[in-house]
Antibody
């Protein structure tokens, strides 16, 4: 079955960048896209971005445009999300999830905690 | 951007009872609505898509209904493993795939 495994927790200083990876297995990577969704401590889910693993086309939520970049490496079936200019309110668990465009999210990665602190 | 509003924020239910969760969209999302379950310390898990289609592994006690702007997730007889936070998500107007703020189902 499809499985997404994310990289480990990160601690960053304000202004730094973080790059989180999401390795897919159990399905044809290029047949779907990958979305990134984050969850601040004790809060709900916030969609950030989507990338087609086939074409590389991307969509970004308006509040993250200019600060986030998504990429994929089809040779390793891995998606990456880089967030720049980190602020304390970027402290959150970042999830990747398989998704077509105009679609639901399934499955989800286990999440990567990113802590931004001076 | 479509705004998804869930109610109630918290639902207190006894095991074995029925739970009804609501999700309202600020404009029609036709039938492009999903539900997720999230337990503490875990990633969300897809329960339902296209309003009423159960995802693989979703028990039959979960059912979804609605269309347009009003949707309901019903758990017919709550089991101990069902106490969690539930999120609705629309994918009709995309991006973004907006989520509701969640309903916590807790033990009464």
């Amino acid at each position: 079955q499809a499985l997404l495994v994310q990289s480990g927790a990160e601690v960053k200083k304000p202004g730094a960048s973080v790059k989180v990876s999401c390795k897919a297995s159990g399905y044809t990577f290029t047949a779907y896209g990958i979305s990134w969704i984050r969850q601040a401590p004790g809060q709900g889910l916030e969609w950030m971005a989507w990338i087609s693993a086939y074409s590389g086309n991307t969509y970004y939520a308006q509040q993250f445009q200019g600060r986030v970049t998504m990429t994929t490496d089809t040779s390793t079936s891995t998606a990456y999300m880089e967030l720049r200019g980190l602020r304390s309110d970027d402290t959150a668990i970042y999830y990747c999830a398989r998704a077509d465009d105009l679609s639901w999210f399934d499955p989800w990665g286990q999440g990567t905690l990113v802590t931004v602190s001076s | 951007e479509i705004v998804m509003t869930q109610s109630p924020a918290t639902l207190s239910v006894s095991p074995g009872e029925r739970a009804t969760l609501s999700c309202r969209a600020s404009q029609s999302v036709t039938s492009n609505l999903a539900w997720y379950q999230q337990k503490p310390g875990q990633a969300p898990r897809l329960l339902m898509y296209d309003v009423s289609t159960r995802a693989t592994g979703c028990p039959a006690r979960f059912s979804g209904s609605g269309s347009g702007t009003e949707f309901t997730l019903t758990i017919s007889s709550l089991q101990s493993e069902d106490f969690a936070v539930y999120y609705c998500q629309q994918y009709n107007n995309w991006p973004p795939g907006t989520f509701g703020q969640g309903t916590k189902v807790e033990i009464k």
